[in-house]
Every structure is written in structure tokens, then in C-alpha cells.
């Protein structure tokens, strides 16, 4: 059927007048009749033994409801599970309680609970617990970590490493040993604060009539959230509904369900009043997951002429304290498998180790494993590229996969769906007047003047993905998408889908899907996400997968509808189904469009059902899961100019251009957001911002003033185009777009910077490059040539 | 204490602990609950108001020291169901993703194109600078005020 009038326009997004009017309902705005507020004891260690907690005072200040620590929380509720356990690595979970009840392993721990009858009043009595503690050694980074002597955090993690993971795929020893050049290098991809602006909340609320217990929470996947509070709280599914109300802004830190998620619904139901807590930032900065950190030492094989032949490496990932929900899957399945990147690497032998650390847990965060690998792969091709004084474009496309070549199975055992890299490539270039800015580069050398282009020609694993897939890496949960298309006796749409969008747009893109699909007009179309009582079960939104297996799920319930509508247009028109056509919302026989019903109309006669030709059930309403066969590729090509100021070691971003390819695309408007908001990202790890550590574990960049998020004035104008490569497996042949950009750009940035420091011999700095980084590299080097 | 502060034209009393912020007098007590909090530093502008015709981040503020003033929030942006045009702005440029920064943002930009009507981007960035978007890349933010600039001047020019 015709694709036609909203697929591909720039609609305006439904969502923005509730937020631009400041009328929509985000967690912390639900507002309860009789709700409490519960403050969170958290640990100034750490690491440390808890010997004594003395909650009396707390207990006696006004408005202070209820106190509970750990001890009290042990035997009524389940410690949280972490649910990818990915297998043959000896994987370890230690326990983890949803406060402390032993020992605390990390600055910001929860290790107990006050509930009062204000935020204020709950503040000032979480002040007045009392806890003793006997501090431990601590221990923050993770090769150290893995060393003999080295404090240990659980009994049941030795040498603290939770687990090894190796991938290997061609022969490596041989393309070392064919190898004109092999390089060595030590990466870090250094720990980040993902920054939600919205921090976490969560309120709950327990009918006691029902014994139904209702939790609003920021979270990006409500469904999971579900299943996991029934196992926390002991709790059958069907007492429970989680809502997801507007949630601003997740990458990542929204998937995992976290121990105040628990414990809010926990005293909810025990204090029978609704309860709320809302974080702050410095809590979201200790108590919220960490993205990255990962130390990496790279092997890179390659013949003179560029080619690359393999890579072998090693990374130690910090996991931080405890294994966050997803945590064992991000630096090994979509970092580990990624390695070999846009290129006919043969050969990748690279191992994983799991170490856990006295620092704030680590899961995923925007990208989620995929820009630490193209962080490697594009710096190793750079790298490549100066030892072999080839040009960097020219060795990408020299080590392309060929576009004739796909499906392509890389060394990991993945199978790339499509692309056409080169294509992309030569788009950047041309935006960016590679040859010019080159010269340009050569004479400002000359000028004593630093500056430097980096490419970034990634390619990554999104739409996440076929469940036996899900299954097969230890994935405790399904992938696929899921949708209820529902038409009401009006002929109105309403469509509820299992992923939770969260600023998105797919309220309003899977609306253009539905409307143009049905033939309906687009007003017709509501999107319901976000309840676990409203939509169907689905996995939520994350690893840019809603729009993939969403609309997947969505195309295939309205086919469904289609197909219904057609035997009951046949049965009433008199014909044979077989000679029912739709088109434009309207059923009609072939060869005599005077004979036709709207969908409308057949929507009502399915819902009177009085006259429903036999085996046809009432209603107008189906549900479809869609499982996808594969993950999908985006790739694309990113440049970056840079300039290095060698008096302060400040670099300037001069131009960023952009080519993505997100096969076809829904909304070019919406597309252009995500890749803006993704490269910034990505940009922020490269230039600004890191979460640092001193030695006994306490965070120095615990709050915005001190974590550099970047703001308007720090970036460039962003220039963006696309090129379309359908995924041959989608029905709409789409692919992810949401991490994209972060993906991309923190190698470009990089590669840019190193390109400008070349002329100094400086092949390698740790990000984020801060001027006194830089500036303290360039000194090192002793004169800075005129 | 008691406060008297008239937020979007509409006079409010209330008896205040003397600490509380105005962020959460407005929110908690008032129930306007479009202005939003980020952070507790004072870095991400997520709740920023106009008190007495400046752009003031309303958690660094207590309610007590708005008393007698006029605040405007982001519900008081709209007039008569009519969307500012900032507002206006920031939908057809898609100026948000979740919309947490937005009302906060907006607040800024009024203040930004009342101080430069036609403002460069370099003006309008560094307007921005005191308020944090994760999601946006501010591009499209950018893009959003420069259009609202356009739209202001064509309504103050019909005005004329
Ligand atoms: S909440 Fe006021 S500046 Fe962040
Ligand atoms: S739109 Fe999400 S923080 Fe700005």
C-alpha cells in the first residue's frame, strides 16, 4: 500500500503544548491527597561496616512518620537483581540489598529511610539518623582493583572481578604476525554522569480496598520496572501498575529499577499513605548510574598500504559497587562485539573483565558500549593512518565493508543488515571542503597555528532486538515491540504501545505511521505509552529501539485491523475478499469504486457486530508483537574542525558536519533533534566531562558546578544530512537514530584534536581534553614552535 | 511567615516557613508545577521565573524575599488560550525533547529578546548559558528564540 502523505514530514510534535505551557505531569508533580515524603540516609563512605544505626531522634521529630533502615528491610524485601547475566563468563552477582544492612560500598548508598509528613521536615530528621560506621579500605580503580591485596567488596567476587568475557572471531596470532605495522596503545574511556535533567521520583500509592498498588516513577521502560518491583516487593504483577508519566530525559539512567523505586512502594504499602521522594542532584550524581569507564589496552595489526588486518585488547570496565540491571551486557555484547567497526577487520581477539569497584554502580548510558568501541575502532584507523602517512579518509575507504558485501558477518559473529559507508564518507567530506581545509591546515601550521580534522565513520547495533537473541546473550527479558491498535465505534485510533517514549517524538511519529497506514486523518491517532495498566507488555525505550520494533509492532496490528475491515467490507459489499481493495481509508471493490465503505464505517458495523460475515469475531482492535529477525545498523560519516590554542591549550570546535543513515526516515524534523542532542553528548565526553574520584572514593564532581554538562555558548552550530539505506528486515525499512550521534562524535572530536597536535608529536591524550590537559601536553613537548 | 507575592497576575497569600524557596512555593503551595528543579547549585536554570520583570532562578530565592513582587511563571506565558510566541517558537522548531528544560528556557529567551529584540546567535547562546538541555543539543533552542524574534517583531510591528 502507498506510503503517503505523513511518512516522511515534518509534523509538529503532539506532546510540546503540555510542555511548553508547563501543564504536563512529570513524577514529582503527581500530587496526592495525604502523601508523605521519604528522605534517604545515605553514606558518607565508601566503603565501610555499618556497626550502629540510632534512629531515635529521627523518630521523634516532627512530622516523621516512619523510619526503617537496611536491618528492618532485610527479611520483608528482596535484595534488587541485576537481569543480564551474560554467560560464559562466570558471572557473579553479589547481593544487593536495597539499603545497606552490612557493609556500604559506595558514597551515596541508601542506609535507611525517614518518612515525614513534608520534604522539608523528612530533610531535616534523615539529618538526625545517627549511624556508626567502621571504615574499610577502599578501592576505586579497576585494575587495581583486580590486584592480589587489593580490598575486596563482596565475599563472593574474587579479585573483585564479577566476570570475563572474551570474543574472539579470525585468526589474530596470524594477522599479527603477517603485520608490516602493529601498534600498541592505552585507551580510557573515562566515567560520565548521564544527567537526565530531570533527576529520578517515584511516588506510590496503595489502595486498600484493592490491595492494588499504583507507582509513578522515571523510568523508560514501565513494564520491566513492574517485573522487577514484584520480585523486590514480593508482589504478585496484577497488584501492581507502574506509570511512567512525563519523564525528562533518561539515556540510560531510567532503565534500571533502583533501590528508592523499591522502598517508595514498599512504605507506601505498609504506611498506607502515598509516598513520594524525589532526588537531588547531588543524590542523582551518587545514587544514579555512571556511564563508561572503561580502560582499554589496544593491539592494532595492519598492513603499509593501510589495510587493517586485526585488533587485540583487554579492558577492564568498572561496574562500580553492584551489578546495575544492565550492566554485565553493556561493555561486553554491544561494546565487545562491536570492535571491528565499519571496516573488514578479520580478526578481533578482545577480552572483558567485570570489576567492581567502591564507586557508584555503571550501566548503560547514551550508547551504552557502542561509543567506547568506536572510540577505539576510529582512533585505531587514525592511528593507522600516521604511521602509515596515508590520509585517514583514505584509509576508511580503503578498509571499508564493501556495499555489495552486505549482510555482512563481522568477526564478533554479527550480522551488519545494510550499508553503503562510502557514500556517507564522501557526503562529510564534501561538507566539510576536505581538501580546502587541509590546505588551510597546511598554511596555519606554518602560522604557528594548530589546527586539525577528525572523521568518525562509525557504525552501530540498534533496535534492540530478536528476543531467542535477547535469550541466547543472557538477556533476562524479551526485545520485542508491541503494540494494541484499537478503533473506537467512531472510527477513532487509539494505539498503545509496550516501549515508553520520553522526548522522542513517538507520540507523534508512529501517529503519521497509524494515520497514513489506516487512512485515517492524523487528529484520530492517539499514542498510549507509559502504563503498564493501559499498554501491552513491551520492553521499553532504550538502545534506539522504539521506533524500530515499535513501529513494527504498530504496522502489523494495523494490517491486521486491514485485513479484518477487508472480510468485513467483502461480506457486506457482496463480494469476495479476495477483491477488496484498500486504499486511502476505503474499502471498495475492485473494478467499481462506487462500491465502498470508509474504515470508519466498517469499524462500526465490527463493533454492533450485527451483521459479521461467519468466523469474524466483534471489535475492531488487535494487538501484534514484532520480534525483528536481526538488530539493525545505522552508520554514517562525522567530521569535526577543531582548533588547538597551544598559549592555553583550549580547543575550539569550529565546524561539526553530520551525515547519518537511519534508513528511511519518519520525521526529518525530529531526526535532526536526536542526532543534535546525540553529538553534544558525545562532544561533552571528548572536551568536558569527566566524574572524578579522589583515592578514598568520594566523588569531587558531585555537582553541577563541578561535572562540566555542556551549555549553549560551548557548542557549534551543527551541520546534518542523511543518506538512506533501508534495512532490508524492517517492514519500513527503518533504523535507530537515538544514540547515532554520541556514538560518532566523541572519536570525532578526538581525532580532530590529535590531528591538530600532530605537528607537536603528541599521538595520544586521555579525554576530556581540558585546556590544562592539553596545555600540560603541549609543555611536555617543550617549545611550542612558533 | 506570611508572603504575599502575585504570581501570573494573580495575588497569593500564604503563611511560609521563613526557608522556604520560591521554587517550591510555587510548585508545592501554589501547584504550579511547570516551573521545574534540576539541580541544587543554582547551575541549570530548570526553574527559572521572572520576579519583577527579571529572570531569576526561583530555587536560589526564598519565598520571603518575593513577598509584595510579581512573578511570572511559565502558565503565565499563554494569554487568553493565545501561546506566546516564544511558545509558539518552540514548537514548530522543535526547541524540546522531554521538555523538562522548556519552561525554564522560555522564561530565559523572554528575557533575552526583551534586553536584544533581534538578538545574534552569539547573544542568544550566551542569554542561554545559565540554563542546562540535555536533550536538544540547543540547536533547535537557538533556532527556536530566533524565530520567536521574528514573530515578536512582526506582532510589535502591527502594533506600530
Ligand atoms: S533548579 Fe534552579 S538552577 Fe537548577
Ligand atoms: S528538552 Fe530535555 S532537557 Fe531540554
Redesign the interface.
Known amino acids: 500500500m502507498a506510503v503517503s502523505r505523513l511518512f516522511g514530514a515534518r509534523v509538529?510534535?503532539r506532546?510540546?503544548?503540555q510542555?511548553?505551557?508547563?501543564?504536563?505531569?512529570?513524577t514529582?508533580?503527581v500530587?496526592l491527597p495525604g502523601v508523605l515524603y521519604a528522605a534517604v540516609v545515605r553514606s558518607p563512605h565508601a566503603h565501610a561496616r555499618i556497626t550502629r544505626i540510632d534512629a531515635s531522634r529521627a523518630r521523634r521529630h516532627p512530622g516523621v512518620r516512619a523510619v526503617f533502615t537496611g536491618r528492618d528491610l532485610a527479611d520483608r524485601l528482596a535484595p534488587m537483581p541485576c537481569a543480564w547475566l551474560v554467560p560464559g563468563c562466570e558471572l557473579k552477582v553479589p547481593r544487593r540489598p536495597v539499603l545497606a544492612d552490612d557493609r556500604v560500598r559506595h558514597v551515596g548508598e541508601g542506609v535507611a529511610v525517614v518518612v515525614a509528613e513534608d520534604?522539608?521536615a523528612a530533610r531535616d530528621a534523615a539529618e538526625l539518623v545517627a549511624v556508626s560506621y567502621e571504615p574499610l579500605p577502599a578501592v576505586i580503580n579497576q585494575e587495581e582493583a583486580t590486584r592480589a591485596g587489593a580490598p575486596r567488596l563482596h565475599d563472593d567476587v574474587p579479585d573483585n572481578t564479577a566476570f570475563t568475557w572474551t570474543t574472539t572471531g579470525g585468526d589474530a596470532r596470524a594477522a599479527f604476525a603477517a603485520a608490516d605495522v602493529v601498534i600498541h596503545q592505552r585507551f580510557t574511556n573515562q566515567r560520565l554522569i548521564p544527567?537526565?535533567?530531570?533527576?529520578r521520583a517515584a511516588t506510590a500509592h496503595a489502595n486498600p480496598a484493592t490491595g492494588e498498588l499504583t507507582v509513578w516513577v522515571t523510568s523508560q521502560n514501565p513494564h520491566i520496572h513492574r517485573f522487577v518491583l514484584s520480585i523486590v516487593l514480593k508482589m504478585p504483577e496484577h497488584k501492581l501498575r507502574v506509570i511512567a508519566p512525563?519523564?525528562?530525559?533518561g539515556?540510560g539512567s531510567k532503565i534500571p529499577v533502583y533501590p528508592e523505586d523499591a522502598l517508595v512502594a514498599f512504605l507506601a504499602r505498609e504506611l498506607g499513605r502515598p509516598v513520594k521522594w524525589t532526588e537531588?542532584?547531588?543524590e542523582n550524581y551518587l545514587a544514579t548510574i555512571h556511564g563508561r569507564d572503561h580502560i582499554t589496552d589496544l593491539e592494532i595489526a595492519a598492513r603499509s598500504d593501510g589495510t587493517l588486518l586485526a585488533l587485540r585488547g583487554r579492558t577492564y570496565a568498572n561496574l562500580g559497587a553492584y551489578l546495575s540491571l544492565a550492566a554485565p551486557g553493556i561493555p561486553t555484547i554491544l561494546h565487545g562485539l562491536m570492535l571491528a567497526g565499519a571496516y573488514t577487520i578479520s580478526a578481533v581477539e578482545y577480552t572483558v573483565h567485570g570489576v567492581v569497584t567502591n564507586t557508584t554502580p555503571v550501566d548503560a548510558y547514551r550508547g551504552a558500549g557502542r561509543p567506547e568501541a568506536t572510540y577505539l575502532v576510529e582512533r585505531a584507523v587514525d592511528l593507522v593512518a600516521a604511521k602509515t602517512g596515508l590520509d585517514p579518509a583514505e584509509v576508511r575507504r580503503r578498509n571499508f565493508i564493501p556495499k555489495e558485501k552486505f549482510p555482512y558477518t563481522v568477526p564478533a559473529g554479527i550480522t551488519y543488515d545494510s550499508g553503503d559507508y562510502d557514500v556517507a564518507l564522501a557526503r562529510a567530506l564534501a561538507m566539510v571542503d576536505y581538501e580546502a581545509f587541509r590546505r588551510e591546515q597546511a598554511a596555519a601550521r606554518k602560522a604557528g597555528r594548530y589546527l586539525g580534522l577528525g572523521l568518525s565513520t562509525y557504525v552501530e547495533i540498534c533496535g534492540l532486538g530478536p528476543s531467542p537473541v535477547a535469550g541466547a546473550v543472557g538477556f533476562q527479558g524479551g526485545l520485542y515491540g508491541s503494540a494494541t491498535v484499537r478503533m473506537a465505534p467512531t472510527g477513532k485510533v487509539e494505539v498503545m504501545i509496550g516501549e515508553s517514549p520520553?522526548?522522542?517524538?513517538e507520540e507523534t511519529t508512529f501517529a503519521q505511521i497509524v494515520a497514513d497506514r489506516l487512512g485515517v486523518p492524523f487528529e484520530d491517532v492517539e499514542i498510549v505509552s507509559g502504563d503498564t495498566a493501559r499498554t501491552p507488555m513491551g520492553w521499553g525505550t532504550y538502545g534506539s529501539r522504539t521506533t524500530v520494533v515499535g513501529s513494527g509492532a504498530v504496522v502489523t496490528a494495523c494490517d491486521r485491523l486491514i485485513e479484518k475491515g477487508r472480510q468485513i467490507a467483502a461480506h457486506l459489499l457482496e463480494a469476495s475478499p479476495d477483491d477488496v481493495v484498500f486504499q486511502d481509508g476505503r474499502f471498495s471493490v475492485r473494478g467499481s469504486p462506487d462500491r465502498s465503505k470508509s474504515i470508519q464505517e466498517i469499524t462500526l458495523q465490527a463493533t454492533l457486530a450485527w451483521n459479521l460475515p461467519a468466523g469474524v469475531e466483534p471489535g475492531m482492535e488487535a494487538t501484534a508483537f514484532y520480534d525483528p529477525p536481526n538488530f539493525v545498523y545505522p552508520f554514517g560519516a562525522h567530521a569535526c574542525t577543531v582548533e588547538v590554542v597551544p598559549e592555553t591549550g583550549e580547543v575550539r570546535l569550529l565546524r561539526y558536519v553530520a551525515v547519518d543513515d537511519c534508513g528511511r526516515v519518519i520525521n526529518p524534523?525530529?531526526v535532526?533533534?536526536?542526532v543534535?542532542?546525540?553529538?553534544?553528548?558525545g562532544i561533552a565526553q571528548a572536551l568536558l566531562e569527566e566524574a572524578v574520584y579522589d583515592r578514598n572514593g568520594q566523588l569531587l564532581t558531585a555537582?553541577?558546578?563541578d561535572y562540566a554538562?555542556p551549555?549553549?555558548?560551548q557548542?557549534p552550530?551543527?551541520e546534518t544530512d542523511r543518506t538512506v539505506t533501508p534495512s532490508p528486515h524492517h517492514p519500513l525499512g527503518l533504523k535507530g537514530i537515538g544514540e547515532t550521534?554520541t556514538i560518532a562524535s566523541t572519536a570525532a572530536v578526538a581525532n580532530a584534536v590529535m590531528d591538530a597536535l600532530a605537528p607537536l608529536g603528541i599521538t595520544h591524550l586521555d579525554m576530556p581534553y581540558t585546556p590544562r590537559r592539553v596545555w600540560h601536553a603541549i609543555q611536555q613537548r617543550g617549545e611550542v614552535r612558533p | 511567615m506570611k508572603v504575599t507575592i502575585t504570581v501570573n497576575g494573580a495575588k497569593t497569600t500564604h503563611d511560609v516557613?521563613p526557608?522556604?524557596l520560591l521554587v517550591?512555593y510555587l510548585?508545592?503551595v501554589l501547584?504550579?508545577?511547570?516551573?521545574?528543579?534540576?539541580?541544587?547549585?543554582t547551575?541549570?536554570g530548570?526553574c527559572t521565573v521572572h520576579l519583577n520583570g527579571l529572570a531569576v532562578k526561583s530555587c536560589t530565592l526564598l519565598a520571603v524575599q518575593a513577598d509584595g513582587g510579581e512573578v511570572r511563571?511559565?502558565?503565565g506565558?499563554?494569554r487568553n488560550g493565545q501561546?506566546h510566541p516564544i511558545?509558539e517558537a518552540?514548537?514548530?522548531e522543535?526547541g524540546?525533547?522531554?521538555?523538562?528544560?522548556?519552561?525554564g528556557m522560555?522564561m530565559t529567551a523572554l528575557q533575552i529578546l526583551e534586553r536584544h529584540p533581534k538578538p545574534t546567535?552569539?547573544q542568544?547562546?550566551?542569554g542561554?548559558?545559565g540554563?542546562?538541555?540535555?536533550?536538544?543539543?540547543?540547536?533547535?533552542?537557538?533556532n527556536a528564540v530566533q524565530a520567536a524574534a521574528r514573530k515578536m517583531e512582526g506582532q510589535n510591528a502591527k502594533r506600530r
Request: proline share 3%.
Open positions: 509538529k510534535r506532546d510540546d503544548p510542555l511548553i505551557t508547563g501543564k504536563a505531569t512529570f514529582d508533580d500530587t520534604r522539608y544527567n537526565a535533567m530531570e533527576a512525563e519523564v525528562g530525559g539515556f537531588d542532584r547531588r520520553h522526548g522522542q517524538g524534523m525530529i535532526d533533534g536526536q543534535h542532542g546525540g553529538i553534544v553528548q555537582s553541577m558546578l554538562v551549555r549553549a555558548p557548542v552550530r551543527m550521534g | 516557613e526557608r522556604l517550591h510548585r508545592d501547584g504550579l508545577t511547570g516551573t521545574h528543579i534540576g539541580c541544587d547549585t547551575s541549570c530548570a511563571t511559565v502558565e506565558l499563554a501561546l511558545q518552540f514548537w514548530e522543535h524540546l525533547q522531554c521538555g523538562f528544560c522548556t519552561p522560555m546567535e552569539d542568544i547562546r550566551h542561554l548559558e540554563n542546562l538541555c540535555r536533550c536538544t543539543g540547543y540547536q533547535h533552542i537557538v
